[in-house]
């Protein structure tokens, strides 16, 4: 490959990514730019005279805020440090672009407050090879800074209190859930008791459905169930445990353009301010379960190989976030906070937490992704409270196990959890339908 001039990273400081020093910088060179003070997306002043089109890259310096008050479409958007872009939570929005790159800015997009759309969408357009080998772009990327990402707070799953049936059209929840709307969608795992040499996935009982109405604890299908969905029975206290049902509408969702085509995945690192809730990621991912084919650079950063199936490239990644500095607020008083979000399709993992530490992650559900649902990475990650997370769905490869360590090519094989090392605390998580294990634990 030709050597061409690429822009990497730079922190305040000068400072680069240690380890992620060839992280291009995607928006190097703007073609508008948002004027100093705060604006409203739609008034072509904020943008110094016209209004940014879908082939503009727009760029929000320092002390630049602009207000999206109604659809947004560009190419690429880069928010500067001290830059800031904030979707109106009053507002039902449609945000899409190719990329959005936040160098120490800020993303405020929704509230737990309000159940209006707020939805992003990754465009699906080719990636740029010469420009992006690594191919980190067709995402949200947040380098330090804020990115705070919410949804209306709702009931994200639930346990149910009588076993469904075949032909029912309702389900028994144990307490009546909140925010449940007409439309939402829904998933029953498959709970028949299976030999290891049977599979689900010659004949899965697992059923999507769609809410017609919520009267109390009981839930309204708008179609009857297909399968009988029995409790299981604990053979010494014949304790019967019912299974429990997932919830994966957000008003807020995040979504690649195109399943088929390039999709969209997610990034925060660094310094990020992380707080995320009640947001759906839908066809997110584009790292596979196939084998890892990762650009590979040298030490100017000139790729001397260019992969197919780079890793990390999930639909959500927190990569060695290291919360706010000192001194600074934190969202709830931890480093990251991940909360009550659904995560509906990954060709890999639903999210990663890699070398992040002294986070809360609670009652967020996951379904259909192929490799893992719930990974946490490295082995360091220390402090983190993972509570009440559900997932159903883990696909996997039948050749589990570790496909060499010089690639760092793990959890491909099917399992709810992927955990390295024992620093974390776990408690009230559930799974259904892992095509491995519930989880695989290495210490």
């Known amino acids: 490959m030709p050597a061409i001039h690429r822009h990497f990273i730079a922190l305040q400081g000068g400072r680069h990514l240690h380890h992620d020093p060839f992280m291009p910088n995607l928006v190097p060179h ?5 004027v100093p003070g705060s604006g409203s997306s739609s008034n072509p002043a904020t943008w110094g005279g016209r209004l940014p089109t879908t082939t503009d890259c727009a760029v929000i310096p320092a002390g630049s805020t602009v207000l999206v008050d109604r659809d947004f479409h560009v190419k690429r958007i880069k928010i500067e440090f001290g830059g800031s872009l904030r979707v109106l939570e009053d507002r039902n929005v449609i945000l899409a672009f190719e990329t959005l790159q ?11 407050d309000t159940a209006i759309k707020h939805e992003v969408i990754i465009l699906d357009t080719p990636i740029d090879l010469d420009e992006d080998p690594a191919q980190y772009g067709h995402a949200l990327l947040c380098v330090g800074g804020r990115s705070i990402v919410k949804g209306f707070a709702k009931t994200t799953w639930s346990w149910l209190s009588v076993a469904p049936l075949a032909m029912q059209d309702y389900l028994e929840l144990t307490q009546a859930p909140t925010g449940w709307q007409r439309g939402d969608k829904i998933v029953i795992p498959d709970t028949r008791q299976l030999r290891r040499d049977q599979d689900y996935w010659a004949a899965p009982e697992w059923e999507e459905h769609y809410v017609e109405r919520v009267e109390g604890k009981r839930v309204f299908l708008q179609g009857p169930l297909l399968y009988n969905h029995f409790a299981g029975r604990d053979i010494k206290t014949g304790k019967l445990y019912y299974p429990f049902v997932e919830n994966l509408s957000r008003n807020t969702i995040i979504r690649s353009e195109n399943p088929v085509g390039v999709r969209g995945h997610t990034f925060c690192t660094d310094r990020c301010y992380v707080d995320w809730q009640y947001t759906a990621f839908i066809d997110m991912g584009r790292t ?12 100017e950063g000139e790729p001397t190989y260019v992969g197919g199936n780079t ?42 937490f ?17 490799g893992a649902i719930w990974v946490v990475e490295q082995g360091n990650e220390t402090g983190n409270t993972f509570l009440e997370n559900a997932g159903i769905r883990s696909y996997g490869h039948l050749d589990a196990g570790d496909r060499g360590a010089d690639r760092i090519d793990f959890g491909h094989e099917g399992s709810i959890w992927w955990i390295a090392g024992l620093g974390n605390r776990f408690q009230s998580n559930v799974g259904a339908n892992a095509r491995a294990d519930f989880v695989n634990l290495y210490p």
């Open 354 to 370: 890699h070398n992040a530490h002294f986070g809360l992650v609670e009652q967020n559900v996951g379904y259909n992704c192929d």
């Open 311 to 352: 890793k990390a490239r999930y639909p959500g990644h927190l990569h060695m976030v290291s919360g706010p500095r000192p001194g600074e607020p934190t969202p709830e008083g931890y480093q990251f906070l991940v909360r009550g979000c659904a995560v509906d399709g990954s060709p890999k993992w639903a999210f990663s």
């Open 288 to 299: 596979t379960i196939e084998a890892l084919d990762t650009t590979e650079f040298d030490a």
């Open 102 to 112: 936040s160098i120490e800015g800020s993303v405020e997009i929704g509230s737990i």
């Open 30 to 34: 703007g073609t508008i730019q948002s």
